[in-house]
C-alpha cells in the first residue's frame, strides 16, 4: 500500500513474502525523495477462528531483512510489525471482511507469530533478527545489557472447579440498562459496544415445534425456548433457520464477536439488522421486546449461588484457585467447555472456541494474579461440559499449529 502527498514522507509496508527492490522502486516512482522505509516489515500474521495458526519461519523473515540492511538501493529503515506479540484481551478482539469474503473474527491471541511472543517470551526469531542487525549494523546491539533480559517465569496452577453458578434465568441481574416494549434495537442504537445484548419476546405464544428464522444476525445468536437453550444462528451460516419446540417465552442472547478494523465493511453494525420471524410471522417490526444490555464489565456483581441442574448453557460458572507465592504467567485450558469467556479476578481475559480453533489456552498475565485465592469465572454460552465443571491452570500456551 502507498499513500501520500509530494509535502509527506512516504512508506511502504510488505512482508518477507516480497521482494523489496520494486516495492521501493513504485514508491520512489510515487515520490522520488525522502528515505526508504518499511514502516510494516510482517514477521507473522493474524489469526482468525477456525483457520489455522498463521507463522513465518525465521529464515524467511531474516532472509528479506538481510536484503533491506545491504540493499544496493542504499539504507533502508525497517520497521516490524509485530516485533511484539499481544493480546486482545476484554471484547477488544477484532475481525477482517474483505470485498467478497466471510466475516472473519480474531481469536483472543494477537501473539503474531512475533519475534516477542504474546507473553514477551525471547523466541529463536528475536534471535536470528538480533544477529542479522549485530552482523550488519553492530552498533545497535550492547550483547552485555541484552543478555540480561530473561522469559518470565510460568507455573500451573492446576484445576479449578466450579462451584458457584448464576444461570441463565438470573444473567439479566448484570444488564447495565434495560428496555421493555421497544423494536429490536442495534448495539450502536443502545449505545453498546461489546459484549451481548439480550433480546426477550413475549408477544407469541406457540403450542408446537415452530421455525424460528433470524435474517442479518451480527454476530451470533444463541435462541432459548422458555429459558432453555435451543441453538444457534451465525451470521456466516447460509442458514437462517432454526426449529424451537413450544414455547411463551423467546430469548435471544446476541454476541459481538469482534468489529471489522479494515476494509469496505467498516461499518459493522452489531445485533439482529433482518427480521425475526417465527411461523412466518414477523416479530422483529413490533414493539413486544425487551432488552438487556450485557457488557458484562462487571460479573463481580452476579447474585452466584450453588451450581444446580439449572446451571446450562448461557450460566456464569465460577471457582477458586490458590497461588503461593509471587504470581507467574499461566494460561487457562478452557477445553472440555465450547465458547465463551473467561474472567479471572473480575478481568475479562478474552473469548474461548476451542472446537473451532486455533487458540486452546488463553493467556492470563502475572500482574492480574494476586498471592493467595484468586476467583475464575466462565460464561459459557453454547454447551456445558458432560464431565466435572472444571478447567485447568497449565505453564504454557497452546494457540494452534502452523498453518503457513
Not at 520512489?28 to 477456525?50: A, C, I, K, M, T
Not at 483457520?51 to 545491504?70: D, I, W
Not at 483472543?108 to 517470551?121: I, Q
Not at 530473561?150 to 440498562?177: C, E, H, M, Q, R
Request: net charge neutral.
Amino acid at each position: 500500500a502507498v499513500v501520500s502527498t509530494q509535502s509527506t514522507g512516504t512508506t511502504v509496508n510488505f512482508g518477507p513474502n516480497s521482494d523489496h527492490k520494486p516495492a521501493f522502486t513504485r514508491m520512489r516512482n510515487f515520490q522520488g525523495h525522502g528515505p526508504l522505509v518499511n514502516s510494516e516489515y510482517y514477521p507473522g500474521w493474524l489469526d482468525h477462528w477456525g483457520e489455522p495458526h498463521q507463522c513465518k519461519s525465521s529464515e524467511l523473515v531474516t532472509a528479506e531483512f538481510k536484503n533491506m540492511l545491504t540493499s544496493e538501493m542504499g539504507k533502508i529503515y525497517v520497521n516490524f510489525y509485530m516485533y511484539f506479540g499481544g493480546t486482545n484481551f476484554g471484547f477488544y478482539a477484532g475481525a477482517n471482511r474483505a470485498q467478497d469474503s466471510k466475516y472473519q473474527p480474531d481469536p483472543t491471541s494477537y501473539d503474531y507469530d512475533a519475534p516477542l511472543s504474546e507473553c514477551g517470551d525471547l523466541t529463536d526469531k528475536y534471535h536470528a533478527i538480533r544477529r542479522e542487525i549485530k552482523a550488519h549494523l553492530p552498533h545497535l546491539i550492547n550483547d552485555d545489557i541484552l543478555s540480561q533480559v530473561k522469559n518470565s517465569v510460568k507455573k500451573s496452577y492446576g484445576k479449578v472447579v466450579f462451584t458457584k453458578a448464576l444461570p441463565f434465568t438470573d444473567i439479566k441481574t448484570l444488564a447495565t440498562k434495560v428496555l421493555h416494549s421497544a423494536p429490536l434495537h442495534t448495539f450502536e442504537e443502545l449505545q453498546q459496544d461489546f459484549g451481548f445484548v439480550l433480546y426477550e419476546n413475549v408477544g407469541i405464544v406457540t403450542e408446537q415445534t415452530t421455525e424460528l428464522e433470524v435474517l442479518e444476525p451480527r454476530d451470533m445468536v444463541y435462541v432459548y425456548a422458555d429459558n432453555v437453550y435451543i441453538g444457534k444462528i451465525y451470521r456466516n451460516q447460509e442458514e437462517t433457520k432454526l426449529s424451537v419446540p413450544p414455547f411463551k417465552t423467546l430469548s435471544l442472547l446476541v454476541e459481538n464477536m469482534g468489529r471489522i478494523g479494515y476494509g469496505p465493511h467498516l461499518h459493522d453494525y452489531k445485533g439482529i439488522l433482518g427480521s425475526v420471524k417465527v411461523g412466518g410471522t414477523i416479530l422483529s417490526k413490533t414493539p413486544d421486546w425487551s432488552i438487556w444490555t450485557l457488557p458484562l464489565n462487571n460479573t463481580a456483581t452476579g447474585k452466584f449461588k450453588d451450581i444446580s441442574a439449572n446451571s446450562g448453557p448461557g450460566s456464569l460458572l465460577r471457582g477458586t484457585f490458590t497461588v503461593r507465592g509471587t504470581p507467574a504467567d499461566t494460561w487457562v485450558k478452557v477445553s472440555p467447555f465450547t465458547k465463551g469467556v473467561v474472567f479471572v479476578n473480575n478481568k475479562n481475559i478474552g473469548r474461548y472456541w476451542p472446537k473451532v480453533g486455533p487458540q486452546k489456552h488463553l493467556y492470563v498475565p502475572s500482574v492480574w494474579l494476586r498471592e493467595g485465592v484468586n476467583q475464575l469465572t466462565i460464561f459459557e454460552v453454547e454447551e456445558m461440559p458432560q464431565t466435572e465443571l472444571l478447567v485447568e491452570l497449565v505453564d504454557h500456551p497452546d494457540i494452534g499449529v502452523c498453518g503457513t
